[in-house]
């Protein structure tokens, strides 16, 4: 094909149409002029009410105040609208507002605001939004207009102060958003529903948003670095390289493929940021259908646990990240992602050669010590689409590692995603094995701990582990901050052993700037929120 | 006209063959060659190609070498091996496909012209509605209809086939209705009606030389569209997965991004496999359409000689 | 992906719903049956799609399987009212429709005919830009392939022809962007227009929503030039696979008419063959085109699909295969029932128009 390097100079040329026009027309790239941010994400909704996905709340960050927010470079809640928030009786936490705060259409935000935008979020409890992260919040109330205080079901939560910097806690509008229905977003943009670092100037849904700064923004984040930026839609990760490379985007953030990121790493003119990620990908095991599982012809816990551990000291997750992912992805040897408070790696010291590496005499061992003979049949399914398109590479290169231990036989099979997500669970386990992922709610440990080992988790594979859930109930209402960690830590420790899941590869947020773009990097923490506000050229 | 000749010069391709003369021949045999390499190909799949489809190495998006003469994947398939096992998939969906929608379009068509009123009307409705639904809904549907969304071989080939199917059999439908109904007041049909001959006997075989008429041309659309479809259910992530089976389409998706980073390799065989494949069998079927329509057939000397009318012609301008 | 080659002996008479009318049916009845069978027929695709739909699975799954247990999805999808009896809700939504409410998209929040109105425009424009590359190219050396016809001018181009077409459109614009905007750097990767002329367009008070005709009437002309060299690639690759069909439909028809008697006889009086070819031939030849031209309508919405994604260009096509990922009902509806209406009236004019040039074509 055609060799990209040195394009740019090409590029300029293009940007030279008759009269001059081309540079200003072109757009972006050229000095001056707004940063142009390119992503792949959707929005779907603007309203919080109505979406719970990564491309809508990338947007929500930006113009809506939240009362915590983390400032860049931590994912700790601090106050960012509020002056003070903490827990002022056990089920109460009370938040006090800074006074005087505007909304961009000039009306008053007060508490008023913040307790109709609870109300609201568990009063329309929409199919597609959030309202399940406020499960904990019994009632709010607003004593006064600056004073907010949350009632919460269960004393001492130590994840809602997270809870109030999630999709679940932008503040909205009162005069504009409406109480009981999603709200459309012309009706948000007229209306002008923005108290955040930026205010929208020209929306164009999943085509383009024009923000301006937000000057009367007064929060943690501090004003904005520039005064206008432009997120581009993409629908094609390729078009977004080529246009980064071309100088006609700024900024390039979600999703580009490993071999995007790997070829851009060698331009000159932009520069690959890479900070730590939320997502993880593992493997869920049923505890009814799985190999020896509890309803099979042949149950025993004892055999399954030992196919669970083989398939542990067999995968090279190293190999899966370097060869399918090119470093974008890391191994994930734990079920709490490093850079989370408590995350620690229990998965390396028991599993494979101690290192991170496979062990194939370990697996032979383990198997035969609990008297598995012959090799395993695995009945793998993972899906095609919805964890982007490598999940086809990343799980043939399983196959193939466990096929060549001799312990296993691999059948893999792929199932297009809504199928998927519905016979994943049916029959009590269509899917005795099966690739899933997750991206976090909000950057709190538990929230890789409570939705998967505790009893009722959301994979429905018929695990439960007392002791574990006896752990998982306790950190959550911990004070002690040490305490807490050591709890978060001992879990993990514990389910190493029973491997509910097996993980294997952390995501990392990767984000492609021109050289002449400030501030980037500094963005990319473990909040997992991309603040347009850093940027500056 | 079809007495005396042997039946292997009879066969299609052999007749028109003998017809064909220049550039046309040139033409059509370019295009029997390319489309008999690519059945040859796909039945000798496992001498030709020195590793079998869904073999991975650990040598990901290498460059053409010894081991790998057109270089791997990013999932670590071998580029040459994929491109050879692909003619077997493509085969596959074309048989499918083609066997299905000639069977139900040329019945419909026959029923709905010979039977005409109500049932006549009532096709004619829905076919034309048909002829306007976006096949890649229908191909997503099919495939989870068919397989609850498995991309495995067996559920990708099928739900290819009767997308393309469903979206073809108002071709067929159309062509073979048209002429059905036209026969059908033709005086011979109508005298034999009269008589009590057999009038479907005769509007068939009427109907079956026309139709072998315009069959090689939709034939050939039909296999055509076959392979852009399926490459277009891969573009969705509805296609053939890779560890079930090599498909063109699915490896040239994937290699987009790798030919906006300059590496080539990944998409150009299976991108020209395609071209290849479909360039091959239009070639094959638009020359023989061409020998088979007097209009379009090459004139020995323009304007000098024109072929007499043929039977042929006088149906066409009937 | 879509039928790109036409069908052989493509005259109006073939294509038509055809029956010799015996007792001479009079035209005007001819086009009223005619115009009436638009219904059924949108009726018919809206039935199909709805029904086809509810077994692909529901919105809330596609949104959410990943992150919600099966029994919270089931009673999501309870609330939603999915979960109701299927033709409780197509009755429903065919009252709906009837009132002209065809409701809102429910994975992004759009008014559907607010939808159809943003995308609909920018793939109508794509058409238009990819009608134009396909008639400059497909008649012009149609014609050329038919005057030289048997000679190498002639298989050079019928080979390229087919070549256009075998080229998947993904791939061709892969490398049209390959070669035009990343080595000589002439035209710009992907998008409608850059993002400045984005926002002015965005900002006028009514606009059409064909960006070059907003571009003129707003008398911008450095975007109406930032617009052109944006509309020049996915043309292109739209516009080729139309050539190709065209080109072959042009040359089969002036060859068809080159033999016909009456140009013969110029032929024997001695007119020369190009002007035969410029004066003659060309004119009846043009008939079939247009008409197929209109029934191409359907085919190019089709091949828009891939188009639209591989050149970022926000249109129906690419807006149907997001909906459709993403089980938004409500939307795919929308768009196929526009489609349906587009489709339907065309093939009613194409047949009005067949009726008018032939007679024997009636009801």
């Given at each position: 094909m055609v060799a990209v390097a040195g394009v740019s100079l090409l590029a300029l040329t293009a940007c030279t149409g008759p009269a001059g026009g081309g540079g200003s027309s072109q757009g972006?790239?050229?000095?001056?002029g707004p940063i142009v941010v390119g992503t792949t994400d959707k929005v779907t909704f603007l309203d919080p009410a109505g979406s719970y996905d990564n491309g809508s709340f990338m947007v929500m960050n930006q113009i809506y105040p939240f009362l915590l927010n983390s400032s860049p470079g931590s994912a700790d809640p601090k106050p960012d609208m509020a002056v003070s928030a903490s827990f002022?009786?056990?089920t109460e936490y009370t938040v006090k507002l800074k006074p005087g705060l505007k909304w961009a259409n000039g009306t008053a935000l007060d508490s008023k605001d913040v307790k109709f935008s609870f109300d609201r979020m568990l009063k329309i409890n929409?199919?597609?939004?959030?309202?399940?992260?406020?499960?904990?919040?019994e009632s709010v109330s607003a004593p006064d207009a600056t004073t907010v205080v949350f009632k919460l079901?269960?004393?001492?939560?130590?994840t809602f102060p997270q809870v109030l910097t999630s999709p679940a806690a932008p503040i909205v509008d009162d005069t504009v958003f409406s109480p009981t229905k999603v709200t459309d977003d012309d009706t948000i943009i007229k209306g002008k529903s923005f108290a955040g670092q930026f205010s929208i100037d020209t929306y164009k849904k999943n085509e383009l948003i024009a923000f301006k700064k937000n000057p009367s923004y007064q929060g943690l984040?501090?004003?904005?670095?520039?005064?206008s930026v432009t997120l581009k839609y993409y629908a094609d990760s390729t078009n977004m390289k080529l246009d980064i490379q071309k100088g006609n985007i700024d900024v390039a953030w979600r999703s580009m493929t490993a071999t995007d990121i790997d070829s851009l790493k060698?331009?000159?003119n932009v520069r690959v940021d890479i900070g730590p990620g939320g997502e993880i990908r593992y493997i869920v095991f049923n505890f009814d259908t799985m190999?020896?599982?509890?309803?099979?012809?042949?149950?025993?816990a004892a055999k399954a646990l030992a196919v669970r551990q083989a398939m542990a000291d067999t995968i090279d997750r190293k190999a899966i990240a370097d060869q399918v992912y090119k470093g974008t992805y890391l191994p994930l040897y734990s079920f709490v992602p490093q850079g989370f408070t408590g995350a620690i790696e229990p998965l390396k010291k028991d599993?494979?050669?101690?290192?991170?590496a496979p062990d194939l005499d370990k697996a032979k061992k383990v198997l035969s010590d609990a008297g598995v003979s012959g090799p395993v049949t695995l009945d793998l399914q993972y899906n095609p689409d919805h964890y982007g398109s490598s999940s086809g590479d990343e799980y043939a290169a399983i196959k193939s590692q466990l096929e060549a231990s001799g312990l296993f036989k691999v059948n893999l099979q792929s199932t297009e995603w809504v199928s998927y997500s519905k016979q994943r669970t049916a029959n009590g386990g269509a899917y005795p094995l099966y690739q899933l992922g997750w991206f976090p709610d909000?950057?709190?440990?538990d929230n890789y701990l409570t939705p998967f080992f505790?009893?009722?988790?959301?994979?429905?594979?018929?695990y439960s582990n007392d002791a574990i859930q006896k752990l998982i109930s306790e950190q959550l209402v911990t004070n002690d901050k040490a305490k807490r960690t050591s709890i978060i830590e001992q879990i993990q420790t514990d389910e190493a052993k029973d491997l509910s899941t097996l993980p294997l590869l952390q995501g990392a947020q990767v984000a492609v700037s021109n050289?002449?773009?400030?501030?980037?990097?500094?963005?990319?923490?473990?909040?997992f929120k991309f603040r347009l506000g850093v940027l500056s050229k | 006209m079809e007495t005396k000749k042997s039946l292997f010069s009879r066969l299609p391709v052999v007749s028109q063959l003998k017809k064909s003369m220049g550039l046309q021949r040139g033409m059509l045999i370019a295009g029997i060659v390319m489309t008999a390499a690519f059945l040859l190909t796909a039945a000798l799949a496992p001498l030709i190609?020195?590793?079998?489809?869904t073999q991975r190495f650990?040598?990901?998006?290498?460059?053409?070498?010894?081991?790998?003469i057109w270089g791997t994947t990013?999932?670590?398939?071998d580029v040459f091996a994929r491109t050879i096992w692909g003619t077997q998939t493509a085969v596959l969906v074309i048989v499918v496909a083609v066997a299905l929608s000639i069977f139900i379009g040329v019945i419909l068509g026959l029923l709905s012209g010979y039977i005409g009123g109500w049932l006549d009307r009532i096709l004619v409705v829905v076919a034309d509605a048909i002829y306007a639904f976006p096949t890649l809904l229908l191909a997503m549907v099919m495939s989870i209809a068919i397989?609850?969304?498995?991309?495995n071989m067996w559920s990708g080939i099928f739900s290819a086939a009767i997308s393309i199917t469903v979206v073809f059999i108002p071709q067929y439908f159309r062509v073979i209705r048209a002429e059905t109904i036209r026969l059908k007041a033709e005086p011979f049909v109508e005298s034999a009606i009269v008589v009590g001959a057999s009038s479907v006997r005769i509007m068939a075989r009427h109907i079956y030389k026309n139709a072998t008429r315009t069959l090689p041309l939709i034939f050939t659309l039909n296999a055509s569209e076959a392979i852009l479809t399926l490459a277009g259910l891969g573009f969705l992530g509805f296609g053939i997965e890779p560890s079930s089976a090599a498909e063109w389409g699915y490896d040239l998706n994937h290699a987009q991004t790798d030919a906006a980073s300059g590496i080539w390799w990944t998409g150009v065989f299976p991108g020209a496999a395609i071209v290849l494949t479909v360039l091959g069998l239009t070639l094959l079927g638009e020359s023989m359409n061409d020998l088979n329509d007097p209009r379009l057939r090459g004139r020995k000397r323009v304007g000098k000689k024109k072929n007499g009318p043929t039977k042929d012609e006088e149906l066409v301008d009937a | 992906m879509t039928a790109m080659i036409d069908l052989p002996q493509a005259e109006p008479a073939a294509q038509a719903?055809?029956?010799?009318s015996k007792a001479g049916g009079s035209l005007g009845k001819y086009l009223l049956v005619r115009f009436f069978l638009i219904f059924p027929t949108i009726l018919i695709l809206v039935t199909m799609v709805f029904f086809l739909m509810r077994v692909t699975g529901d919105p809330i799954t596609a949104a959410l399987g990943g992150r919600l247990a099966p029994d919270q999805l089931a009673q999501r999808i309870h609330e939603a009212g999915y979960d109701r009896p299927i033709f409780i809700q197509y009755f429903e939504y065919l009252g709906q429709i009837a009132t002209g409410n065809f409701g809102r998209?429910?994975?992004?929040?759009?008014a559907i005919s607010d939808m159809l109105a943003t995308y609909g425009t920018a793939t109508l424009e794509l058409a238009i830009n990819s009608l134009i590359v396909a008639l400059a190219i497909g008649i012009p050396f149609g014609m050329l392939a038919a005057y030289k016809r048997d000679k190498y001018q002639d298989a050079i181009l019928r080979v390229l022809a087919i070549s256009f077409y075998a080229t998947p459109v993904f791939f061709a614009g892969l490398l049209l962007k390959l070669v035009?905007?990343?080595?000589?750097?002439?035209?710009?990767?992907?998008?409608?227009?850059g993002t400045s002329t984005e926002i002015a367009m965005a900002s006028?008070?009514?606009?059409?929503?064909?960006y070059w005709l907003d571009a003129l009437r707003s008398g911008n002309m450095n975007a109406f030039w930032d617009i052109a060299q944006h509309s020049v690639l996915p043309a292109v690759a739209l516009g080729l696979l139309t050539a190709g069909i065209f080109l072959r439909l042009v040359r089969t028809n002036v060859i068809g008419t080159l033999s016909k008697d009456y140009v013969e006889a110029g032929r024997s009086r001695g007119v020369s063959e190009y002007r035969l070819l410029t004066k003659h031939a060309y004119k009846p030849a043009l008939i079939p085109i247009i008409t197929v031209m209109g029934l191409q309508i359907a085919l190019l919405l089709g091949g828009a699909v891939l188009t639209e994604t591989t050149f970022e260009w926000k249109g129906l096509g690419f807006q149907l295969a997001h909906y459709l990922t993403a089980r938004d009902f409500v939307a795919v509806q929308g768009i196929v029932a526009l489609l349906a209406v587009i489709v339907a009236i065309t093939n009613f004019i194409v047949d009005v128009v067949a009726a008018l040039i032939d007679p024997r074509v009636r009801y």
């Open positions: 972006g790239g050229a000095a001056g002022t009786s056990p929409d199919a597609n939004g959030p309202a399940t992260l406020l499960g904990n919040l079901k269960l004393g001492n939560d130590q984040l501090g004003p904005a670095k520039s005064d060698s331009d000159k190999p020896f599982g509890a309803k099979t012809a042949t149950p025993d599993y494979g050669d101690g290192n991170g909000y950057s709190d440990a505790s009893k009722d988790n959301f994979l429905k594979n018929h050289v002449k773009v400030n501030g980037t990097k500094d963005t990319l923490d473990a909040s | 190609s020195p590793y079998g489809a650990n040598e990901t998006q290498a460059p053409p070498s010894s081991v790998h990013a999932g670590g398939y397989s609850q969304g498995r991309s | 719903p055809e029956r010799k998209t429910i994975s992004d929040n759009l035009f905007s990343i080595w000589l750097g002439w035209f710009p990767v992907s998008g409608r227009a006028l008070a009514a606009p059409t929503g064909i």
